[in-house]
C-alpha cells in the first residue's frame, strides 16, 4: 500500500492537538482558546480523509482548501496560546513546526491539483 504523507502527517498532528488539549485543560484550567485549537487541529485530518472520497477533482481541491483553511487558523491559535504564555518553548516549536509542515504540503497539492485540471 502507497504512503500518504499528508494523511499521517495530519493524523499525529491531530493526536498532539488532543495531547495539548488535555495538557492545557488539566494544567492551566483554560478551556475557551483550547477547545478552539483542538477543534481546528482535529478537523485538518477530517477534511483530508474527506478528500480521499471527494466526488470530482474541484471537490478535491475544495475539500483540502478547507483543511487549509483549518490549518490557517490553528496556526493562529498555536501562536496567540504562545504568546500568552499557555504554551512553552518546546511545545510551541514542535506544534508550529508540524502545523508549517502540514501547510505547505496541503498548498503543494492544491496548487498540483489545480493545475491538472486547467
Not at 498532539?16 to 485549537?37: M, N
Not at 500568552?84 to 518553548?89: F, R, S
Request: charged share 25%.
Amino acid at each position: 500500500m502507497r504512503k500518504n504523507l499528508i494523511r499521517e502527517k495530519s493524523f499525529s498532528f491531530a493526536i498532539a492537538i488532543i495531547q495539548c488539549y488535555k495538557w492545557l485543560t488539566t494544567t492551566h484550567r483554560e478551556y475557551v482558546l483550547s477547545k478552539q485549537l483542538l477543534r481546528s487541529g482535529t478537523s485538518i485530518g477530517a477534511l483530508i480523509r474527506e478528500a480521499e472520497y471527494a466526488e470530482s477533482k474541484p471537490d478535491f481541491i475544495h475539500k483540502l482548501a478547507i483543511a487549509l483553511k483549518e490549518a490557517n487558523e490553528t496556526h493562529y491559535w498555536i501562536e496567540l496560546m504562545y504568546q500568552t504564555k499557555y504554551l512553552e518553548n518546546e511545545n510551541f516549536s514542535n506544534l508550529e513546526s508540524e502545523i508549517v509542515s502540514i501547510k505547505k504540503i496541503l498548498t503543494s497539492i492544491i496548487n498540483s491539483s489545480k493545475s491538472k485540471i486547467r
